[in-house]
């Protein structure tokens, strides 16, 4: 009987240990995997030119990174910094929209102004007021409706 014991002792122990190295190997993984967040753009252009004329980028965060980018991509010379908002982010603007919001070199517009906006994006954004386009924001159930 204390063989039996032990034995069956010894398997439930195994078992937490198991299941213990495995929460631990998850929880670590979980800072590795991004998130799977999606947002969708819905609407049509206005062609008012605000998105041209005030654009954020995720990667550039000061001047010298700025000049930096231009150096390695000659077509982002296009863009200038206009400014900085209330966070210190800098916004940029392009030189080729005309007064009326019109690109004044459509046909040789960047790939970047081609596809804008994406239909889906991975991240939190807004466009400006009175854009045609939207961002459809999700809540936490509306993820658990599509799983």
Known sequence: MLIYYNKFYH????SSMHNLFFNII???????VPE?????IVGECKKCGKCCNYMYSFD???EQEFKFMQA????YKRFYIKG???EGNLI???KYVSEDGQCSVYKKRLKMCKRYPAKVIRHVASLHDGCGYKVLKKNFED?????
Request: hydrophobic share 35%; net charge positive.
């Open 26 to 32: 998850n929880e670590i993984k979980s800072y590795f």
């Open 72 to 75: 390695l991509f000659p077509a």
């Open 60 to 62: 550039t965060y000061t």
């Open 143 to 147: 993820y658990l409706k599509n799983e």
């Open 36 to 40: 799977k967040l999606r947002y969708d």
């Open 84 to 86: 900085k908002d209330a």
């Open 11 to 14: 398997e439930i122990r195994m």
């Open 92 to 94: 940029f603007a392009c």
